[in-house]
């Protein structure tokens, strides 16, 4: 069974501070790794994604992710936050046969200035 | 850029009431979803369809569950007679293909549902 852990519930950094929110997960296979975002009031976007194509993957907004299979994990990192990176950040694992998502439970990332 | 809608933002219902959210997937889309997030919980799959069938449920989309695409742009998500637990935030993603797990859900912004 693949799930996600993201082991920080809260993150605050200040403004122009870099940015690390953790994820590991657990697969059985190659899995597809996914980080989106959520502001208030608005639909799940993607941030970015892991295809097996490159290790170190880049998104929008600066955002960029590294998978490394040897620990098991897929954190998401920016090197300067700004006060529009503030909402809530999942990590979510598909794969194995099957196209449903699976997320973490969600850090909610609050940027002060 | 087109995205996914869902109406209404927020329905307020009674008990044992029959609901129904509606979403707009992206046009040109094909693969359809429900997922669930009950307040201070994971999102939650919910069920997929596509070709005006399920292709895949979890164990949470009981008999009280059903989805239809009653039309070329709308998607239906009915709880038959709804209960306290059924409260929470509902998400309908649209997806353009299912060739690989890679292909990229889009999400619409939710909606919250109350039981009372």
């Known amino acids: 069974a693949q799930s996600v852990t993201q082991l920080d519930s809260h993150v605050s950094v200040s403004e122009g501070t870099p940015v690390l929110l953790r994820c590991n997960y657990s697969s059985s296979y190659s899995p597809s790794l996914f980080w989106y975002v959520q502001h208030p009031n608005k639909g799940l976007q993607l941030l970015l994604k892991y295809t097996s194509a490159a290790t170190l993957v880049k998104g929008i907004n600066g955002f960029e992710a590294e998978f490394k299979k040897s620990e098991t994990s897929f954190h998401l990192t920016k090197p300067s936050a700004h006060m529009s990176d503030a909402a809530e950040y999942f990590c979510v694992v598909s794969g194995s046969g099957t196209y449903k998502y699976i997320f973490g439970t969600g850090t909610r990332l609050k940027v002060l200035a | 850029e087109p995205e996914v809608t869902q109406t209404p933002s927020h329905q307020v219902t009674q008990m044992g009431q029959e609901v129904i959210l509606r979403c707009v997937p992206i046009?040109?889309?094909?693969?359809f979803y429900w997922y669930r997030q009950i307040l201070g919980q994971k999102v939650e799959f919910l069920v997929s369809f596509y070709n005006n069938e399920i292709s895949e449920k979890s164990e949470i989309f009981d008999d009280q569950f059903s989805v239809e695409r009653p039309d070329g742009s709308n998607f239906t998500l009915k709880i038959r007679s709804t209960k306290l637990e059924d409260s929470a935030m509902y998400f309908c993603?649209?997806?353009?293909?299912?060739?690989?797990?890679?292909?990229?859900?889009?999400f619409g912004p939710g909606t919250r549902l109350t039981v009372l």
């Open positions: 046009s040109n889309h094909l693969y």
């Open positions: 993603a649209s997806s353009e293909d299912r060739v690989s797990s890679t292909d990229t859900q889009y």
